[in-house]
């Protein structure tokens, strides 16, 4: 009996997933500190920079103008598509051609149930020459009314062109703008006002600090990515006079393929800190990260 109850636990903890303790930490030295997001910011349109309003080590905000390319011509043609939206909002929301033709069809239509009548009465009294004309220019007063029905409609779908077209002209305006397309710190001017820039040239560089990405390596015959994925990190960087500083973040990216050593990158996230006006992190620097038990 005894011999069949060892070997029932024997085989539920062979059957078991095999986890890592809960209380188990793991320290990695030697971490590099690298960036998360930087970005290349380069013209879009050709022109004369006539402001550069940022300087380098300076912290933006996205959306915020790094730079301002000469825009004299295409302003105008903004200005152009607006006058002509509104000359076709006034168009649309005219209908006075409606009002006349309808005006215009009931005295037609009055002036020859009159040449009828008066037949009616007295026959011959208008000639049938007449009373037909008078019936095709009440036809005709008719009709108008559909032609500028139709044409108000036709003035209301310009209003949309008209739309578009300014649409169109605000956003090649905005391409002589050019803004930061992330929060960062400016750390290098390509640039510099009175310059000539095509499409495609760089005019500055930005890296984002706030936020450092923190990479080791975990031998894949001790762990698994599934424990490690997600776990919470604290990562302690050394600075100059051996100044400790300590950050938490998480791992936010296991590679799932081992490398040549038997090692596989794993990739935690932590929030940068100022001191002042200074950034405490600064990416290539190296750190010890702890990954932690959930």
């Known amino acids: 009996m005894r011999l069949v109850v060892l070997g029932t636990i024997c085989l539920l903890f062979l059957s078991a997933p095999s986890m890592l303790p809960a209380a188990e930490t793991v320290t990695l030295p030697n971490c590099l500190l690298s960036l998360d997001e930087e970005a290349d910011i380069p013209a879009q349109e050709a022109g004369v920079l006539v402001k550069i309003p940022v300087r380098e080590g300076q912290q933006v905000v996205k959306g915020e103008l790094l730079a301002q390319i000469e825009d004299s011509l295409p302003r105008m043609q903004y200005n152009v598509a607006g006058y002509k939206l509104k000359v076709a909002e006034k168009e649309a929301g005219d209908d006075i051609s409606i009002r006349y033709a309808q005006i215009a069809a009931k005295v037609a239509e009055v002036e020859h149930q009159q040449a009828v009548d008066a037949n009616n009465k007295v026959t011959g009294a208008v000639p049938l020459a007449e009373v037909r004309r008078l019936l095709l220019k009440h036809r005709e007063m008719v009709l ?151």
């Open 144 to 294: 108008s009314i559909e032609k500028a029905q139709k044409e108000m409609a036709i003035a209301a779908l310009q209003v949309k062109v008209s739309e578009a077209e300014v649409q169109a002209a605000a956003a090649n305006l905005e391409r002589y703008r050019i803004t930061a397309p992330l929060d960062a710190v400016v750390v290098e001017l390509s640039r510099h006002e009175g310059e000539w820039v095509q499409p495609g040239d760089p005019v500055m560089r930005l890296v984002r600090v706030d936020r450092l990405r923190v990479e080791g390596f975990l031998n894949a015959q001790d762990h698994r990515a599934s424990e490690i994925q997600g776990r919470p990190v604290k990562v302690v960087v050394t600075l100059a006079r051996r100044h400790q500083e300590t950050f938490s973040g998480k791992i936010v990216y296991v590679k799932p393929l081992v490398e040549a050593g038997g090692e596989f990158l794993v990739r935690a996230e932590v929030e940068n800190r100022r001191q002042g006006d200074v950034w405490v992190l600064s990416p290539g620097l190296s750190a010890e990260m702890t990954i932690q038990s959930k």
